[in-house]
């Protein structure tokens, strides 16, 4: 049986990830790129490790992804998407 007390903290991170994620797609949708770049990037740094196995991670490095090719610079918008995935304890290896 497992410890609620341990688990809550993780709740906890994930509900301020939903809540992180609703507020960039309302800051892209009002043409803020930036400050929507900004939230998705903390939601991703509040994701448990490993990242990749939140179905959040898809939806965050897709949308993060968008942001950057809307800004037309598809080059950075690929380095970004690395530098991004990097961030996760497994780095590029890390298997999904």
Avoid at 2 to 30: I, Q, T
Avoid at 72 to 77: F, R, S, Y
Avoid at 80 to 85: S, T
Wanted: hydrophobic share 40%.
């Amino acid at each position: 049986m497992s410890d609620p007390s341990s688990e809550r903290p993780n709740f906890d991170r994930l509900e301020a990830v939903v809540r992180l994620c609703a507020e960039a797609r309302r800051f892209a949708r009002d043409g803020d790129r930036t400050v929507a770049l900004a939230s998705y990037l903390e939601a991703w740094d509040l994701l448990p490790e490993p990242k990749e196995s939140w179905d959040a991670s898809t939806f965050i490095l897709s949308s993060v992804g968008d942001l950057l090719r809307s800004g037309g610079d598809l080059g950075n918008a690929l380095d970004q998407l690395v530098r991004l995935r990097g961030r996760t304890a497994g780095g590029l290896g890390a298997a999904p």
